[in-house]
């Protein structure tokens, strides 16, 4: 049994589904839950996305696991009433399904998830600058985090109110004397994303006025590293 999420689910079959979960226990796991199209109770209401949910699943070392049960332990219903927030959720998910590693546990990305969620779900935030901020933790979490205070190959500290240009896939900033990158960081856009990296109580607010900017940083980090497009 494990806490899980889950990012997508498609028809297999008559009446079956194959659910992608990204698990506490087990990292990103895909399932079939059989007779899920036609009501099935052993998870009746637990495979909507957005919601927590514990998941018992039978494990016989091929790609498919089978799910055997799962209940909803924590549902977001609030989320689910502000379209900003789904689409938020809805972004967060989809980059975890392809930065989460097959059945490879990732504790501080799946916690990370949790809050943001939660964050999401609790209101009075900026729904756009919360994924932002969030995608940037996860990319760290997964180990792909991008180095924004100092140049990644010869490590001079960029200044605080300096601007920086930042190559992904290189894993962060690089300093012109080093011959620079195609991506520029405004000074305010770079400690906006430090903020978030480390969990920053102000992030959220710091990342509001740059979420655009913010989001094509991690997808162009996510692009780099895991062949994901938006």
Same mark, same amino acid.
């Given at each position: 049994? #494990? ?8 028809? =297999? %079959?008559?009446?079956?589904v194959?659910? #992608?979960?990204? @698990?506490?226990?087990?990292? &990103?796991?895909? @399932?079939?839950?059989? %007779? !899920?199209?036609?009501?099935s109770?052993?998870?009746? %209401? ?7 949910i514990?998941? @018992? =699943?039978?494990? &016989? $070392? /091929?790609?498919?696991? /089978?799910?055997?049960e799962? /209940? ?9 009433? &502000? ?20 059945? /490879? ?29 969030? *995608? ?12 924004? !205070?100092?140049?990644?190959?010869? $490590?001079? &500290?960029?200044?605080?109110d ?8 290189? $894993? %962060? +900033?690089?300093?012109?004397?080093? *011959? ?21 109580p102000? !992030?959220?607010?710091?990342? !509001? ?7 094509? +940083? ?6 780099a ?6």
């Amino acid at each position: 049994m #494990t806490d899980a999420l889950v990012v997508r689910s498609i028809p =297999y %079959g008559e009446s079956d589904v194959v659910a #992608t979960l990204l @698990t506490e226990r087990e990292g &990103k796991v895909a @399932t079939l839950v059989r %007779g !899920a199209r036609k009501g099935s109770r052993r998870v009746a %209401g637990a495979l909507e996305p957005m919601h927590t949910i514990s998941a @018992t =699943y039978e494990d &016989k $070392g /091929t790609d498919l696991v /089978t799910l055997k049960e799962a /209940t909803v332990v924590r549902p977001r219903t609030a989320l689910l009433g &502000k379209l900003d927030s789904i689409e938020a959720a809805g972004a967060l998910l989809r980059w975890a399904r392809h930065v989460f590693p097959p059945k /490879t546990r990732e504790p501080a990305a799946f916690q990370t998830l949790l809050e943001a969620l939660d964050a999401l779900d609790a209101g009075g935030i900026d729904a756009r600058a919360e994924l932002a901020s969030a *995608g940037l933790r996860l990319l760290s979490d997964v180990g792909w985090g991008l180095e924004l !205070a100092q140049c990644v190959k010869c $490590g001079r &500290k960029c200044p605080d109110d300096a601007s920086a240009q930042l190559d992904p896939s290189r $894993g %962060g +900033i690089v300093c012109r004397a080093c *011959g620079g990158a195609r991506l520029l960081l405004a000074a305010p856009v770079r400690r906006a994303a430090l903020a978030a990296l480390a969990r920053d109580p102000r !992030a959220n607010a710091l990342c !509001a006025p740059h979420e655009k900017a913010l989001v094509a +940083i991690v997808e162009a980090a996510m692009a780099a590293h895991a062949g994901f497009e938006a």
